[in-house]
């Protein structure tokens, strides 16, 4: 068979992708859902318009790329410093985020995709937070792809958690073990505390792509920007008219960008 045939069979929708191989895709993938409100109110009249189109828009991409090789895809949908926003769009965007879920869910499971939510539970409605809990719990088993939905995350934010449940681990510590020295104490925080800590699945690392519409800038992302991350800017382009070649594109710069990477 030919080897053309092969790859449009394997990467199927992603005819610039066939002479990949799996180790050249990125694992973990970052889309920042940027720019429904312009696009609401250009199409609409309403930007508030623009945030159900963006959640269509997720879905169709989720599903265009489940046959590409990568561990991780991530969609942020709400950032720390959106809570800003007037309340009605809040409230809007809560409401869809909780229905999405759950209109998605079924098929998330039968996938065999493991559903991560990143971010706090603390401050969103508590029907949007139980919605979270139950296809995280639901998928847990799963072992296929892994779909991440960033909603109250920012990057100050998560640091600020972060620094508060490393004083609680340090002091809980202390109290148990009061024979070891400030240095000991300290030392227990390493790597592999910080990613159990940092993601609440322990299964994630910092993206290896971040994909932007709208505008050159990364935001309050944190910790999911790490030193190898690439970032591909679609600056004339919002979210909602965001396609498969867009992200085909993305994939071919990254490729083209981390062969040359650290040498």
């Not at 679609?234 to 070649?245: R, T, Y």
């Not at 994939?251 to 040359?260: M, W």
Request: aromatic share 8%; glycine share 8%; net charge negative.
């Amino acid at each position: 068979m030919d080897e053309r045939i092969r790859g449009a069979e394997r990467y199927q929708g992603f005819p610039a992708l066939n002479n990949l191989e799996p180790s050249d895709f990125p694992g973990h993938t970052i889309i920042v859902m940027d720019g429904n409100r312009h696009f609401g109110q250009e199409h609409f009249g309403d930007k508030l318009a623009g945030h159900p189109e963006g959640a269509k828009t997720a879905v169709k991409l989720l599903r265009a790329s489940l046959p590409l090789p990568g561990r991780a895809l991530t969609f942020w949908g709400f950032a720390a410093d959106n809570w800003r926003r007037d309340t009605d769009e809040v409230d809007q965007l809560m409401t869809l985020m909780m229905s999405t879920v759950q209109q998605n869910a079924a098929e998330i499971e039968r996938l065999g995709i493991k559903f991560v939510h990143l971010g706090r539970k603390d401050r969103i409605p508590e029907d949007l937070a139980t919605s979270l809990r139950e296809v995280e719990e639901a998928t847990q088993g799963n072992d296929g792809k892994v779909l991440c939905a960033a909603i109250d995350f920012g990057g100050t934010d998560q640091d600020i958690l972060l620094n508060q449940q490393t004083a609680r681990t340090a002091i809980q510590i202390a109290r148990t073990l009061p024979h070891l020295s400030e240095d000991e104490i300290a030392r227990t925080v390493d790597a592999e505390w910080l990613k159990q800590n940092r993601d609440p699945s322990g299964i994630l690392g910092p993206a290896d792509l971040i994909i932007r519409p709208q505008h050159y800038r990364t935001s309050d992302i944190g910790w999911l920007n790490g030193p190898a991350t690439e970032i591909f800017f679609l600056p004339e382009l919002q979210f909602p008219e965001m396609g498969p070649q867009h992200l085909e594109a993305a994939i071919l710069q990254y490729t083209r960008d981390t062969q040359n990477y650290g040498k």
